[in-house]
């Protein structure tokens, strides 16, 4: 997911100053040598030897020539910008999707016909770039036209209250999302076709799955009441049409998880202010440990190894890490890892309570192949920063950087492209990564519709 560049781009950076100076120099002496029909355009070298869109490139040769109106450079059949030129170096700026990285270098005449051409049999090693784009639902700019309807991938509506993104363990083709009041739903990419999930609950917060051979669907109820279930299990055998509760009374449930090891779930109470244990071969359940703060939503992420969980307090705008206790099968208390608990967020990039989050909900993580050769965590942390518009990224260390969102120096809206320059979220709570697809799906609530961020041309 991330490129080491900057010895590439500092060492870029050199080469097009020194070709700016040169040329100036050239200019100021009367020393610049014009296309000598003569003489073959030839193409020696260039680089760097990789790159993606938007990237610098500078190529070397010899007869390029010193009119920039005159001189094409077309790089994997795009049609590439060119900077500067002068006889025998040409820099110029990669285009998108110029996949094949062949480049070609052409003279033009005074009509614009082509009266010279030059290529290179190396390839430029085209690096795709991640884009942002709109998977499903209908986009509407008055809001109180939107239609919330069944239906095929190009025409199933708006989704109102998009909350919790999750797969179904045995069948990655359905991909399920609560939308806290609003009616749940599957996501068949089989059948392209988004249908309702009807669970019968009037404010479903959390899916979630056993980890037993059935690997029933947890789903979890955010009511009001101290005498109603919180949990419920509903059965795949069913086909998730029938459900037991959890013989637990519990209110204000937001955040759920299961142990991926020993399969324990673990719930939050909103005005209870707790974590609670939950064991489904013993029926036990329990305290785990008491939350900072009551009356806050607090969103649970645990490590597919099971070894940590991210705890997400929506409503103090920061992230705890709960380490777990195999000896115990706990979850102990929790320590603060990123962002600092406050009754305003904020937006900041940083390492740990120098960064500034505005009610964090549902993340993910996406394993990092850059970290196999140090050892240790492999596992980047992707959440939705609902208050900021804006998907955020933490490293196992605790640094927070801006992943996709707030495009061109903004903050809301909607807009396609580019991850940080051009793209835009209104309110996103729910996101998960499809390992099936190599994407991510972003639920971009506040313009009801699933975003996608993958690689260009995917």
């Known amino acids: 997911m991330k490129t080491r560049c900057w010895p590439i781009q500092g060492m870029l950076a050199v080469l097009i100053m020194l070709f700016f100076v040169q040329c100036k120099d050239d200019n100021d002496g009367q020393q610049e040598v014009g296309y000598d029909p003569a003489k073959p355009v030839l193409i020696t070298d260039f680089f760097p030897k990789e790159g993606g869109a938007g990237s610098n490139l500078v190529i070397y040769g010899d007869n390029f020539g010193n009119d920039l109106s005159k ?61 942002v784009s709109t998977f499903l639902g209908k986009y509407y700019e008055v809001s109180n036209n939107r239609e919330n309807k069944e239906g095929p991938f190009n025409d199933c509506g708006a989704f109102e209250g998009m909350l919790w993104f999750t797969f179904d363990p045995k069948n990655p083709n359905h991909l399920y999302f609560t939308a806290d009041t609003k009616n749940s739903r599957l996501v068949d990419f089989e059948k392209e076709y988004v249908g309702y999930f009807r669970t019968g609950l009037d404010r479903v917060s959390i899916f979630n799955w056993r980890i037993d051979g059935n690997q029933d669907m947890i789903v979890s109820h955010n009511q009001t009441s101290d005498t109603r279930y919180g949990n419920y299990i509903f059965s795949r055998q069913s086909n998730f049409a029938q459900n037991t509760p959890i013989p637990v009374y519990a209110r204000g449930v937001n955040g759920t998880m299961v142990h991926p090891k020993n399969g324990e779930l673990y719930y939050s109470r909103y005005r209870a202010g707790d974590i609670r244990r939950y064991d489904f071969e013993s029926q036990e359940d329990k305290l785990a440990f008491a939350n900072p703060y009551s009356a806050v939503a607090v969103y649970m992420v645990v490590h597919p190894s099971g070894d940590y969980a991210y705890l997400l307090e929506y409503e103090r705008h920061y992230i705890m890490r709960t380490d777990y206790d195999y000896e115990r099968k706990i979850f102990t208390t929790p320590y603060t890892i990123a962002g600092t608990a406050s009754t305003t967020g904020g937006y900041a990039d940083g390492v740990g309570t120098n960064a500034l989050l505005n009610n964090p909900v549902q993340g993910v993580f996406v394993k990092n192949p850059e970290y196999e050769e140090f050892g240790g965590d492999q596992y980047d942390f992707y959440f939705c920063d609902k208050g900021n518009h804006a998907v955020r990224r933490m490293t196992p260390q605790g640094r927070v950087s ?40 972003v639920g971009d609530t506040g313009n009801w519709i699933i975003r996608k961020i993958a690689k260009e041309g995917e």
């Not at 170096?89 to 270098?105: H, M, T, W």
């Open 71 to 131: 001189t094409k450079v077309v790089i994997g059949g795009k049609t590439a910008k060119v900077i500067g030129v002068k006889n025998n170096s040409l820099y110029c700026v990669i285009p998108e999707k110029a996949y094949d990285g062949d480049i070609q270098i052409s003279l033009l005449g005074e009509n614009g016909d082509e009266i010279a051409q030059a290529a290179i049999e190396e390839r430029f090693s085209y690096t795709k770039k991640w884009l």
């Open 402 to 441: 801006t992943f996709a969102g707030r495009g061109n120096n903004g903050t809301s809206g909607y807009v396609d492209g580019d991850l940080r320059t051009e793209a835009r979220f209104s309110s996103p709570q729910a996101i998960i990564y499809d390992e099936l697809r190599e994407c991510f799906y």
